[in-house]
């Protein structure tokens, strides 16, 4: 344990439920503290060690910190309390946003937005949305899948029924976005040659020793080109919110300062 004359271990019940475990000078350590850095020790033995391995540590930041701040650094005093007023001025701003900045986006202000700053949202990789299933070269009808895969909306039914007896693969992503990468991680093709045929067709199928792969595009969209609304849409909604909040906090500050006669704010002479 440390042998330090200021520092005291000790056991002090508190009002709240919490107990010092250690003391130095006006700082305290509670039991609560203490317990979060030891809850992984294996053994008594070793929640002794990790115990005053960290007092130790505590104690020594605090012992340094004292003698840091005993001499005077205005430069770094000043720099301190820069610091400390932004941090206000910060958790002030957010509480602010949180209170009373509107943060519904309507769908009128995602398109207008999107026409407005298409050339802002192009594409940097290929996505595509639709359906993958991979089936064993012995599973019975691959060519009814095939049919069905020709309109899966139609014959959704049908094909997570087949999947569901029969797949060792299958993802349904009519609805949403995925990249291209997502898919070919799943497919026995490189992500060139897999660009190309989906350029050229909707329907894809390969086969390997093992199995199957059915895919079938519903909508596809390449590099370079504008990013579709929904894929773009939450991209939209967080720059719009961006825009709104420093709106928010500039109309703010220019109100305040608008009303600073009530602060006996007095402004000199100055070159």
């Not at 909040?245 to 704010?265: H, P, S, T, W």
């Amino acid at each position: 344990m440390l042998s330090c004359a200021r520092l005291h271990q000790r056991r002090v019940q508190l009002t709240g439920g919490d107990e010092v475990v250690a003391e130095l000078g006006t700082h305290k350590m509670f039991r609560s503290e203490l317990e979060a850095v030891t809850n992984l020790a294996v053994d008594n033995e070793d929640s002794v060690r990790m115990a005053d391995a960290y007092i130790r540590q505590w104690a020594t930041d605090i012992l340094f910190y004292d003698k840091a701040h005993a001499h005077e650094d205005p430069e770094l005093e000043a720099l301190v309390e820069d610091y400390r007023r932004s941090l206000y001025v910060h958790r002030y701003e957010e509480r602010l946003l949180e209170r009373k900045m509107p943060q519904y986006v309507s769908e009128a202000n995602v398109l207008s937005f999107y026409e407005a700053n298409k050339d802002l949202y192009r594409l940097h990789e290929d996505i595509l949305k639709g359906v993958l299933i991979i089936i064993p070269q012995d599973a019975p009808h691959p060519d009814r899948v095939k049919k069905w895969l020709q309109d899966p909306d139609e014959n959704i039914e049908h094909i997570e029924k087949y999947a569901y007896h029969y797949a060792t693969g299958y993802q349904l992503f009519t609805n949403e976005w995925v990249s291209v990468n997502q898919i070919i991680i799943r497919m026995p093709i490189m992500e060139a040659n897999f660009s190309q045929k989906m350029k050229n067709n909707d329907f894809i199928e390969m086969r390997d020793s093992a199995a199957i792969y059915m895919l079938q595009i519903t909508d596809k969209h390449f590099v370079g080109e504008p990013m579709p609304l929904d894929y773009a849409e939450p991209q939209i909604r967080a720059a719009i919110l961006q825009k709104r909040q420093v709106d928010f906090i500039r109309n703010y500050r220019d109100e305040l300062y608008e009303d600073a006669e009530d602060y006996k704010l007095k402004i000199y002479k100055h070159e």
